[in-house]
């Protein structure tokens, strides 16, 4: 396998957003890191798809995130997140009331994620439990960061057309 030189392409940055996806375990119990991290990735590609179907100005970036974002409503919160993250406070009034600081919270629930182990002759599963992490949106929503995750994952897999 050839190392990775650089994230220059829309897939690249796709499969950064996959490596930390499945990264979450080594997170332990800093899971808000992990939903900051791939937030901010997750909302940074569709800045990425936006400019490269508008090279030619067929539409406005602007236009094709809202076309992605209503695809895909899970990346609305990942914009919120990322925007939050940078912002701390945000003055977007689109954004409002989202407060990064008190809507991105770890709980005392435990949430596992499925990793592929090599085992002997075969490959078998591992459950990894790490504290759950709820978010709640600006319309009051609150998402459960594994899922709402694995939601932007599948989303991509199809609008990109790569395999997992």
Known sequence: MT?????????????KLERTFNRRPDYGQHQVDWVFDFAV???????????????GWKSSVHATQERLKN???ELSVCEQICNGAKHFVLNNAQLKPFNVA?????TNDLV????NVVAGDGMSHDVVLTPAVSITDKDRNTWEAIDLFRR????WQRELGVLP
Not at 41 to 55: G, I, Q
Not at 102 to 106: A, E, I, L, M
Not at 112 to 115: A, D, Q, R, S, V
């Open 3 to 15: 190392p990775q030189r650089s994230i220059d392409t829309t897939e690249a940055l796709y499969r």
């Open 41 to 55: 990735t997750a909302w940074h590609l569709v800045d990425w798809v936006a400019r490269e179907m508008n090279a």
């Open 71 to 73: 695809q895909c409503p």
């Open 102 to 106: 008190s809507d991105v919270r770890g």
């Open 112 to 115: 596992g994620i499925k990793l």
């Open 152 to 155: 932007v994952l599948f989303f």
